[in-house]
């Protein structure tokens, strides 16, 4: 390996990784554990691009290394002044070229050993991607099923309390899954850092444990599961929450309660089912909406929207629904939970024994 080069599978051994590229691009994706000390701001990343198509490349590199090189200089009186002598920082961009060559350059100079990334970020994404699918093939999954309302994903953090392992799609898309699902306190990440948090979780998970995972469409909000992912979620082994309409209601009145604060919202997103449902019924769900008859409002919401599409969408998108073992409840409160996670498990164990005594 070239001196004063590591690869993506060095990452550990460095003591900090430094994301030369502008706030916009680490805003997107970023290693796990880097801090942002760009080389150009998003601006100046710009302008300096714009001057390099239309004026010369000359040009463009004079003004670029000019910004580069106060950019660095602010860095190294402010972030990186109190640096020991034996600190040793990895240094990347977009493509492992002159950002964060330069950057490396200037470290080396003061003392320190630092180290550019080969191949930069882009190196790193497609690590990402392929360790993804080497992951997903050894993971043995369960699919957590049942109609909007259920508690899944509350059942799967009452699942990770009692020491199973589980993975949480919605938690890592920051959305709930159904048209409803957008969160108050948290915006979706990107495509790109979805799926970086995905495989860092994955990369945690046990291979020879089941892993719980809780159905879902293919699309989460505005973010996609992988399809190597997917692929292998569909044709996993399922456990069904059967909870009464009576217990799913209520639990959907406290679990989305937050809508009541933001109707203007609530109304933004029940106006994206116009292509599911009539004109009248919209009109009186808008006027619910507008009422904070949430009850009403959710009630219909079960009867008419979500159990239906769930119907179609769970038996021909996962092998092992129509065989799926059922644990039934009429209590979806948080003790109500506790006891659907450990009959989950009641259910694994039973299974398990079933096998060895065979």
Known sequence: MQKGVATVAQLSSFDEIIDARTPAEFAEDHIPGAINLPVLDNEERIIVGTMYKQQSAFDARRLGGALVAANISRHMLAALQGKPKNWRPLIYCWRGGQRSGSFATWLRMVGWDACQLEGGYKAFRHHVIAEIERITPALDLRIVCGPTGSAKTRVLEALAELGAQTLDL??????????????????????????????????ALDPSRPVYVEAESRKIGLVFVPEPLIMAMRRAP??????????????????????????????????????????????????LAAGHALPELFGELIDQHYDPLYRRSQNGNYAGFGTAPHVATEDLSEAGIRRLAADVIALERSAAGATNAA
């Open 170 to 203: 919605e938690d890592l898309a920051a959305h709930k899954g159904s048209v409803l699902g957008g969160l108050p306190d948290r915006p979706q990440p990107a495509q790109k850092h979805f799926e970086t948090t995905l495989c860092a979780r994955m990369q």
């Open 238 to 287: 399922c456990v069904m929450i059967d909870a009464s309409r009576d217990a799913r209601l209520d639990f959907l009145v406290r679990d989305y309660a937050y809508l009541g604060d933001d109707i203007a919202t609530l109304q933004a997103n029940l106006h994206r089912l116009r292509e599911h449902q009539s004109r009248e019924t919209l009109e009186r769900w808008q006027a």
